[in-house]
């Protein structure tokens, strides 16, 4: 937001010589460095970029961080990771190094993670509207039993699940809602087409009774999570519906 000209020179100044002392951040939504500004800034400081990489771009990160961290983890295995873990770089990263942390150092490779019991390994939401989306019934079950385990409530998986299949009505209805809310990470997003591909008009409008149906179950009877949940899995990715 620093618009006039001195100022912008006052600043560039200062960082040819600034204080020891004093740790001075500046941020911007904007990273061109064909900006003069910019590219100025970043000459006489340590540029960051936080920006999330493309997706395309995340596997060769994860190489070049694991090998400077010495974690020993086949390379086919961070496809794995990125694909349970890949809402973020540091998401992925975290997996990691917790799944290094529990082999004692041994390299993580197929053999050696199947010692790490899958019922303990700690999904995200977006793991399971992944999963479903993809109809894929016994990941989605393992994704869900994680979740209610470590204490995700009923209402914020419904509510996600919602957020998902409303989307993919809005895709088959022709509406763009791509600049509202969506309640959806860049992920789910990117692949909501492939998601669309494996439900009909009708198949969505019963997904959306049954979720509703669960939500009231859960709110008016004290019948368990895993018990109006499981069921609810299985419908929907085998499509029967009554």
Same mark, same amino acid.
């Given at each position: 937001?620093?618009?006039?000209?001195?100022?912008?020179?006052?600043?560039?100044?200062?960082?040819?010589?600034?204080?020891?002392?004093?740790?001075? @951040?500046?941020?911007?939504?904007?990273?061109? &460095?064909?900006?003069? +500004?910019?590219?100025?800034?970043?000459?006489?400081? %340590?540029?960051?970029? &936080?920006?999330?990489?493309?997706?395309?771009? *995340?596997?060769?990160? @994860?190489?070049?961080?694991?090998?400077?961290?010495? @974690?020993?983890?086949? %390379?086919?295995?961070?496809?794995?990771?990125?694909?349970?873990?890949? !809402?973020?770089?540091?998401?992925? #990263?975290? /997996?990691?190094?917790?799944?290094?942390?529990?082999?004692?150092? &041994?390299?993580?490779? +197929?053999?050696?993670?199947?010692?790490?019991?899958?019922? !303990?390994?700690?999904? =995200?939401?977006?793991?399971?509207?992944?999963?479903?989306?993809?109809?894929?019934?016994?990941?989605? &079950?393992?994704?869900?039993?994680?979740?209610?385990?470590?204490?995700?409530?009923?209402?914020?998986?419904?509510?996600?699940?919602?957020?998902?299949? =409303?989307?993919?009505?809005?895709?088959? *209805?022709?509406?763009?809602?791509?600049?509202?809310?969506?309640?959806?990470?860049?992920?789910? #997003?990117?692949?909501?087409?492939?998601? /669309?591909?494996?439900?009909?008009?009708?198949?969505?409008?019963?997904? #959306?009774?049954?979720?509703?149906?669960? !939500?009231?179950?859960?709110?008016?009877?004290?019948?368990?999570?895993?018990?109006?949940?499981?069921?609810?899995?299985?419908?929907?990715?085998?499509?029967?519906?009554?």
């Amino acid at each position: 937001k620093i618009k006039s000209k001195s100022s912008r020179q006052d600043l560039i100044e200062y960082l040819k010589s600034p204080n020891p002392s004093t740790i001075l @951040i500046i941020i911007s939504k904007e990273y061109d &460095l064909r900006n003069k +500004f910019l590219a100025n800034i970043a000459k006489f400081s %340590d540029l960051i970029d &936080l920006r999330t990489p493309f997706q395309r771009k *995340m596997k060769e990160w @994860i190489r070049y961080i694991v090998k400077y961290k010495k @974690i020993k983890i086949a %390379d086919e295995l961070i496809d794995n990771y990125i694909n349970y873990y890949g !809402d973020s770089i540091s998401h992925v #990263l975290n /997996e990691i190094e917790k799944d290094f942390i529990l082999l004692d150092g &041994l390299e993580i490779n +197929f053999d050696n993670i199947n010692k790490i019991k899958i019922s !303990d390994r700690e999904y =995200q939401i977006w793991n399971l509207q992944d999963s479903i989306g993809k109809k894929d019934l016994n990941k989605s &079950l393992v994704i869900n039993n994680s979740l209610v385990k470590h204490g995700v409530s009923i209402t914020k998986i419904l509510v996600n699940l919602i957020y998902l299949y =409303q989307n993919i009505l809005w895709i088959k *209805m022709g509406l763009n809602k791509s600049l509202g809310f969506t309640g959806l990470n860049k992920i789910i #997003l990117s692949n909501i087409s492939n998601y /669309e591909k494996q439900y009909s008009n009708s198949e969505i409008e019963n997904v #959306l009774r049954e979720l509703q149906k669960v !939500d009231i179950l859960s709110k008016s009877t004290s019948i368990d999570n895993n018990s109006l949940l499981q069921p609810l899995i299985i419908k929907i990715c085998n499509n029967l519906h009554v």
